[in-house]
């Protein structure tokens, strides 16, 4: 019988479902939007997953959660961190990315991953918004356009405005000032775009640069936030095809990799899933624990893929 | 957390420390009815010449440790904010001089007025009360190395108190190290610095003399420090037996330790106090009892402690199975080099223990120091706490954090918060980089060497 792996990824505004066979290949993924970290939207994004697999949730052969809220997905075998989950689950998508930036909702992340995909060091925002998902949509809100169109009109934006704050209140108020003062949209939009992609570079400084780059989460949907960063960075920008479901994507392979392996003892995370409570309930008998190494150790390179990248030069 | 996850298994002599420390507390309270001169200080801890000096003693740090310890710190903090005083103080100093705010208050007195009046926000709170304990000062010392805000600190208390009360001010040459024959305790840099504030020590006696119209007592200073130095010795003897695998005790303990050796008198009851810490963890040792019940990560924690959150972050890396062993603050601090005391002639030693606070020291000299403790103790990982408002402690971190990456590939985490202000403090900040920087030690292990590299985070 054919195995399958679930990876989770309940993040601030969406919750991600992927579902992988033995190999690694992805069955089927889902993106919920939420409003904040909510149960039910992770079992909406869990249930059309699992729909678009065939299958249902006692066919499972093993879970892993990430995210926020990773402890609120119950049945899940262990949680690992974003962090690892971005990187496991980027590397596998792009063989050979050095350093991936994640943009999600509330937070942004630069890791540096060495040549088997593995984290080498990690840096994320600490204390706001800035640089984030949120950012963009409070600035969609202040030109009063749609997310969707906000790339649109940052790249038709010609002159380099000064936009200093990167609380994402007061930049708010910084917009409102500069429209105020008659500015065109589209400048505000592309000096936000590229005060954004800057403050990323700031981050990626903590780290060091590495090549090949990959942008992944939500932002890298926004086309004009990828070719701001290629130019900040001075390097291209790959872009998965589905740059929101890397950490769940790698969530599910680390639930492959340690299905079936014995427990080492209390991991890191482990107590923070209700275990008792039967989701998504493996086949009877199977050991869903696994060690603390279990999942990480394994280079990521081996998993085959049917994923495309795109590439964006600076 | 669930505290039936509780993996932390801390000492139970502590206990009599914090019995001790209330004891303390409530003969300070008062000294004034006891007829007691009291002085108000803050900085490297001269409490053995205010002991021989016969003075009553306020730490004013101490006292904001202790009221953010105990969850009591709201009433002076917004004092102190009435004042004039906003979040980015230190929040020690924030909460203190909220206290002499609620003292001045809680006595019948009018403030100076040059910089605020009472708004009547404050003292709608009950716990203001212990807030509005501290008895009047006579007299105000400062003693506060290598942080700008700590040396002025006494005099907005000056300040607060109507520019009526004397004040005396020590001050402390920032140790650079960057001489070509300066290190770690040694050098003409250091030389010169200990001579420098010895000199200062012997005018802070002719000034005590002067407020107390008495001749000032060597003998009693010289036996204070003998306990103290006693004292001193079997916290260092505790500690070095924490380097075991698994440590019998955690930082927390050694935590728990601080306000003893800080500011309590030096007698008997100290030693006794230490002995007993000592011997709980050799008892341990031999018993093969852990400080962390399976013991599976060791890590280095540089940072002030985060006063409000003590037992919560001590449960927190127990959790995770990580024994928090050493840091900056315990191992670099407290008369944390007692062969330096000449108990009978103390004053030059403990001239060099004000000079070796963990913020008075340039990177080179605290890259050594939290080299060799990672060494000695054979951690991990590290762990920064980024005290929001103590600038001093986390100015050279991320110059640490690079040094123990490229030097012993020992991975840092950062996460924000601070001494007496748990506002700063975000728990999925913490949680989300030590759960991370934990799973790639575990791959590390896996690989059965060292990171290429290490986190930032």
């Given amino acids: ?314 | 957390m669930d505290a039936t996850q509780d993996r932390s298994n801390r000492l139970s002599v502590t206990r009599a420390g914090g019995q001790l420390i209330t004891d303390y507390w409530d003969d300070l309270f008062q000294a004034r009815e006891q007829g007691k001169q009291i002085v108000w200080y803050n900085g490297g801890a001269l409490n053995p010449i205010f002991q021989a000096a016969g003075l009553a003693w306020c730490h004013g740090e101490a006292f904001a440790a202790r009221l953010a310890a105990q969850r009591l710190e709201g009433p002076a903090q917004l004092a102190g904010a009435e004042y004039g005083y906003n979040a980015e103080l230190c929040s020690y100093a924030r909460t203190h001089l909220g206290c002499s705010v609620l003292t001045l208050g809680n006595q019948g007195h009018k403030l100076a007025g040059d910089e605020g009046e009472h708004s009547g926000v404050v003292g709608i709170n009950d716990s203001a009360e212990l807030a509005a304990r501290l008895p009047f000062p006579d007299f105000f010392v400062n003693n506060y190395a290598g942080c700008s805000t700590g040396q002025q600190w006494d005099g907005i208390s000056f300040r607060v108190f109507g520019k009526q009360l004397p004040i005396f001010n020590i001050s402390h040459p920032f140790l650079w190290g960057n001489k070509p024959d300066a290190g770690y305790l040694r050098g003409e840099e250091w030389e010169s610095a200990s001579r420098y504030v010895a000199g200062q020590l012997r005018e802070l006696i002719s000034f005590l003399e002067a407020q107390t119209g008495r001749p000032f007592d060597y003998d009693a200073l010289s036996q204070a420090m003998t306990y103290i130095k006693r004292a001193a010795e079997l916290r260092r003897e505790g500690l070095d037996l924490c380097r075991a695998k698994p440590a019998p005790a955690t930082f927390w303990d050694w935590i728990a330790c601080v306000a003893p050796i800080n500011f309590l008198p030096g007698d008997q009851a100290l030693v006794d106090y230490f002995a007993g810490v000592r011997d709980e963890i050799a008892e341990r040792l031999a018993a093969g009892v852990s400080g962390v019940r399976d013991e599976k990560y060791r890590l280095y924690f540089d940072g002030i402690m985060n006063w409000n959150k003590l037992g919560f972050l001590s449960r927190k890396f127990a959790e995770h199975g990580a024994a928090v062993l050493c840091g900056r603050y315990i191992h670099n601090a407290f008369w944390q080099e007692p062969q330096l005391i000449d108990t009978a002639d103390p004053i030059l030693g403990m001239a060099q223990h004000y000079l070796l606070c963990p913020t008075n020291h340039g990177t080179k000299t605290l890259d050594y120091l939290t080299l060799r403790d990672c060494r000695d103790y054979d951690v991990d990982g590290i762990v920064f706490h980024s005290t929001r408002t103590c600038r001093a402690f986390t100015g050279p971190q991320r110059l640490l954090a690079k040094s123990a990456q490229d030097k012993l590939g020992i991975p840092s985490i950062f996460f924000e918060g601070d001494v007496a202000d748990a506002s700063f403090y975000k728990e999925e900040i913490l949680e989300s980089r030590l759960a991370a920087m934990l799973e790639a030690i575990d791959v590390r292990r896996a690989r059965g060497g060292q990171l290429a590299g290490a986190f930032s985070s």
């Fill in chain 1, 1 to 314: 019988m054919t195995r399958r792996y679930l990876g989770v990824d309940l993040g601030s505004t969406t919750a991600k479902a992927v579902v992988t066979d033995a190999g690694g290949t992805i069955l089927a993924a889902s993106t919920v939007q939420m409003g904040a970290v909510s149960q039910r939207g992770m079992q909406r994004a869990v249930d059309a997953a699992l729909a678009e697999a065939g299958i249902t949730a006692d066919g499972l052969d093993g879970t892993v959660a990430t995210g926020y809220g990773r402890r609120l997905v119950p049945g899940a075998a262990r949680t690992y961190t974003e962090i690892t989950c971005h990187a496991r689950g980027t590397a596998a998508m792009c063989p050979g990315v050095r350093l991936v930036i994640d943009i999600g909702g509330q937070d942004s992340k630069a890791i540096t991953v060495d040549p088997d995909g593995l984290v080498e060091d990690f840096a994320m925002n600490d204390r706001c918004a800035s640089g984030t998902g949120r950012f963009y949509e409070v600035l969609a809100r202040a030109l009063e356009c749609d997310l969707s169109e906000l790339a649109d009109l940052a790249r038709r934006g010609g002159r380099d405005l000064e936009v200093s704050s990167m609380c994402a209140t007061f930049a708010e108020t910084e917009i409102v000032s500069l429209l105020a003062q008659g500015l065109p949209p589209a400048d505000i939009a592309s000096s936000v775009h590229r005060a954004i992609a800057a403050r990323t570079l700031a981050l990626v400084a903590q780290v060091g640069k590495r090549t090949p780059v990959v942008l992944t989460g939500g932002v890298a949907r926004n086309r004009a936030a990828v070719h701001f960063l290629a130019e900040a960075l001075g390097t291209d920008v790959q872009v998965p095809d589905r740059p929101q479901i890397t950490g769940a994507y790698g969530a599910a392979l680390l639930a492959m990799e340690s299905a079936g392996r014995p427990p080492a003892g209390p991991e890191p995370g482990s107590g923070d899933v209700d275990m008792s409570v039967p989701l998504f309930p493996g086949p009877a008998g199977q050991d869903r624990s696994c060690d603390g190494c279990d999942g990480v150790v394994a280079p990521a390179g081996a998993v085959q893929l049917g994923l495309r990248t795109r590439a964006v030069t600076k």
